[in-house]
T-cell receptor
Framework: GENVEQHPSTLSVQEGDSAVIKCTYS??????FPWYKQELGKRPQLIID?????GEKKDQRIAVTLNKTAKHFSLHITETQPEDSAVYFC???????????FGPGTSLSVIP | ETGVTQTPRHLVMGMTNKKSLKCEQH?????MYWYKQSAKKPLELMFV???????ENNSVPSRFSPECPNSSHLFLHLHTLQPEDSALYLC??????????????FGNGTRLTVT
């Protein structure tokens, strides 16, 4: 079955700097890769997703890149702000069946 | 308003108790899920329902019993739990399980403590 790894487990950056979180997956048939943000005490929320027919996707300060050959994908946050502090989860699934496998999460702290 | 509502928010129960978690979605989705979130572990998929039919039971012990009476409601019945079952239980819904990559919409979760 699918296995998703995520690094780093914790990340601290200064406000205004960029943050990068990397994930790898094992099942080459996976073709949908969402990212969820979970603030302390709150529910996970989708922030961006990418499908395997696309190499990069951007939404304001957030971007995701996908390398299908290497089976890894990354989340990039630019100009970080304190409200970006949260746990970020990457995930992978096959779009023919919506069973999403999550990575272990990255705790991001943005220091003002 | 999250679109997915879970009750109760917090639950403390003894190992011999029987309790139920409730989830309701107002998004018109056809698929509903139970996830378990423990400290320092990935989100673990427990059950998947598609149009009230269970399509996935991810090797979950029988002390957890799901029920989906209709596509808007999902329950998780709990009995004779163990302390290691203490966790945040998250309900989620998605458009369906067949549409390519439909996002999950989570509820706020039930924080369960088993004493």
């Amino acid at each position: 079955g699918e296995n998703v790894e995520q690094h780093p487990s914790t990340l601290s950056v200064q406000e205004g700097d960029s943050a990068v979180i990397k994930c790898t997956y094992s099942d080459s048939a996976s073709n949908y890769f969402p990212w969820y943000k979970q603030e302390l005490g709150k529910r996970p929320q989708l922030i961006i997703d990418i499908r395997s027919n696309v190499g990069e996707k951007k939404d304001q300060r957030i971007a995701v890149t996908l390398n299908k050959t290497a089976k890894h994908f990354s989340l990039h946050i630019t100009e970080t702000q304190p409200e970006d502090s949260a746990v970020y989860f990457c995930a992978a699934s096959k779009t023919s069946y919506d069973k999403v496998i999550f990575g272990p999460g990255t705790s991001l702290s943005v220091i003002p | 308003e999250t679109g997915v509502t879970q009750t109760p928010r917090h639950l403390v129960m003894g190992m011999t108790n029987k309790k139920s978690l409730k989830c309701e979605q107002h998004l018109g989705h056809n698929a509903m899920y139970w996830y378990k979130q423990s400290a320092k572990k990935p989100l673990e998929l427990m059950f998947v329902y598609s149009l009230e039919e269970r399509v996935e039971n991810n090797s979950v012990p029988s002390r957890f019993s799901p029920e989906c009476p209709n596509s808007s409601h999902l329950f998780l019945h709990l009995h004779t739990l163990q302390p290691e079952d203490s966790a945040l239980y998250l309900c989620a819904s998605s458009q369906d399980i067949y549409t390519g990559g439909s996002p999950l919409h989570f509820g706020n979760g039930t924080r369960l403590t088993v004493t």
